[in-house]
């Protein structure tokens, strides 16, 4: 019966891919109490160390995760974001996370309308969340993303997307808020009574206005005296 318990556990691990707590471990399994999961999920630990398998189980939090050891890693990253995520959905993703947290239509203007669906698919996989604000939504990375990703901070998260996506989704990122800052600038500047300088939208290069050369006045024609 001990068995079936430590089996129970290694598949309710292995299918969720995230962190269980060992209440939920308990009532899934059918255990009568928190001692026989700590009990089981120790004995799977071992059974794990003594094959030196890839998979560890980790406590974190009054609860356990099935995940990879770090000398694989390294190889796991190679294959992940790639297999399990398109790569346009990747660079939505990449957005959300550079911006971190991201107001909805700032990703939408840089996205275009596919990024409703992606902003969906997102959340449904559990790597980000929506909460209200006015007319759109902030869009903020869940504990999910960072475990999947293995990221600490926004520096990891370079790094991954870089890697991944490569770098125009930060490119179209800093583009979009120098359009922002100057229509911001403008309306102060307008606010203020003075010409707003011209602002360009992403791609666009800032014209000059052609200087015009102020003209001449006529002189005046000299008349011989009869």
Same mark, same amino acid.
């Given at each position: 019966?001990?068995?079936?318990?430590?089996?129970?556990? #290694?598949?309710? =691990?292995?299918?969720?891919?995230? @962190?269980?707590?060992?209440?939920?471990?308990?009532?899934?399994?059918?255990?009568?109490?928190?001692? +026989?999961?700590?009990?089981?999920?120790?004995? @799977?630990?071992?059974?794990?160390?003594? %094959?030196?398998?890839? =998979?560890? +189980? +980790? #406590?974190?939090?009054?609860?356990?995760?099935?995940?990879?050891?770090?000398?694989?890693?390294?190889?796991?990253? $190679?294959?992940?974001?790639?297999?399990? =995520?398109?790569?346009?959905?990747?660079?939505? @993703?990449?957005?959300? *996370?550079?911006?971190?947290? /991201?107001?909805?239509?700032?990703? +939408?203007?840089?996205? !275009?309308?596919? /990024?409703?669906? !992606?902003? #969906?698919?997102?959340?449904?996989?559990?790597?980000?969340? $929506?909460?209200? $604000?006015? %007319?759109?939504?902030? =869009?903020?990375?869940?504990?999910?993303?960072?475990?999947?990703?293995?990221?600490?901070?926004?520096?990891?998260?370079?790094?991954?997307?870089? %890697?991944?996506?490569?770098?125009? /989704?930060? &490119? &179209?990122?800093?583009?979009?808020?120098?359009?922002?800052?100057?229509?911001? $600038?403008?309306?102060?500047?307008?606010? *203020?009574?003075?010409?707003?300088?011209?602002?360009? !939208?992403?791609?666009? #290069?800032?014209?000059?206005?052609?200087?015009?050369?102020? &003209?001449?006045?006529?002189?005046?024609?000299?008349?011989?005296?009869?």
């Amino acid at each position: 019966m001990s068995d079936d318990y430590k089996n129970k556990i #290694e598949a309710l =691990l292995f299918a969720s891919g995230r @962190l269980m707590s060992t209440e939920t471990l308990a009532n899934l399994t059918g255990a009568s109490g928190k001692q +026989v999961i700590e009990t089981n999920v120790k004995k @799977l630990k071992e059974e794990y160390d003594m %094959r030196n398998s890839p =998979l560890m +189980v +980790v #406590e974190e939090k009054d609860g356990y995760k099935l995940t990879v050891r770090e000398a694989y890693l390294s190889l796991v990253r $190679k294959i992940v974001s790639e297999t399990e =995520l398109p790569k346009t959905i990747l660079e939505t @993703l990449a957005i959300i *996370a550079w911006k971190n947290p /991201a107001l909805q239509s700032d990703v +939408v203007d840089i996205r !275009h309308n596919k /990024a409703y669906d !992606h902003i #969906e698919e997102l959340e449904e996989l559990g790597f980000i969340k $929506k909460e209200k $604000k006015g %007319r759109s939504f902030i =869009l903020k990375l869940t504990e999910k993303f960072y475990e999947y990703f293995d990221v600490a901070g926004a520096k990891d998260i370079r790094q991954v997307f870089n %890697r991944v996506v490569g770098t125009p /989704a930060q &490119k &179209k990122v800093d583009e979009f808020e120098k359009v922002i800052a100057g229509a911001e $600038k403008a309306t102060e500047q307008k606010l *203020a009574g003075q010409n707003p300088e011209p602002t360009a !939208h992403p791609g666009q #290069e800032i014209m000059s206005e052609p200087k015009v050369m102020p &003209k001449e006045e006529p002189k005046d024609e000299e008349f011989s005296e009869l």
